[in-house]
């Protein structure tokens, strides 16, 4: 390496340049900064600051940090309207249905949010966040007049089951002889043979 010091450097300078000399040799993804989807996860608070997301959580997982800084210049282009809404609470996965003043009978420029869960409810601080989210989406002139959390457990219908049952029947006999034939000189043999019989049964289980 060829040093860009003068020769009456001090020893901190020099110590400066040895420590800085792998600087060019160190890979710096800029692209990688600027894409959700690639972006180090800790870089991604500060991917969302630049994008302008409006409420962020740090105990979120990467999955939604991802999705919310991703859906971050949809929720601005329309922000202020209903869909907006809709759009930055499903970044954090979670399902909405906005109901205006005229829907319902309520007062001029007011709305509901209704939440349907299936997996498990929310905290305290989540449904803080679910409201702060919806508060900094809507527009200047609308008010929320309630948020309403249904957690709804959905399961198959009754099953139909038929069983077969199938027995066998097993005959055993025993060996039959009829006839013996000696292929050599017969000589006098005296022999004994047990004769057994046994009867089994076999039943199908109860």
């Not at 959700?36 to 740090?58: E, G, I, K, Q, Y």
């Not at 759009?87 to 709305?111: K, N, R």
């Amino acid at each position: 390496m060829t040093s860009l010091l003068p020769p009456n450097a001090s020893k901190l300078e020099r110590a400066v340049e040895q420590a800085t000399v792998r600087i060019n040799g160190i890979s710096v993804p800029i692209a990688d900064m600027w894409d959700p989807d690639r972006c180090p996860v800790s870089v991604l608070p500060f991917l969302a600051w630049s994008w302008s997301v409006d409420n962020w959580d740090s105990n979120w997982s990467e999955a939604i940090k991802r999705q919310v800084v991703k859906s971050a210049i949809k929720v601005h282009r329309h922000k202020g309207t209903p869909g907006a809404v809709k759009d930055a609470l499903s970044a954090i996965e979670v399902g909405a249905t906005i109901s205006e003043w005229f829907d319902y009978g309520g007062d001029p420029y007011h709305f509901r949010i209704e939440v349907e869960l299936e997996q498990r409810g929310l905290s305290e601080d989540e449904t803080n966040t679910l409201r702060a989210i919806a508060l900094a989406t809507k527009n200047v002139r609308s008010h929320l007049d309630d948020m309403k959390i249904y957690l709804t457990s959905r399961s198959r219908g009754p099953f139909v089951a038929a069983s077969a049952m199938v027995g066998n029947v097993l005959s055993v006999f025993p060996l039959d002889l009829s006839e013996i034939i000696l292929d050599h000189d017969p000589v006098p043999i005296v022999a004994a043979g047990p004769y057994f019989v046994n009867s089994l049964t076999i039943h199908p289980q109860n």
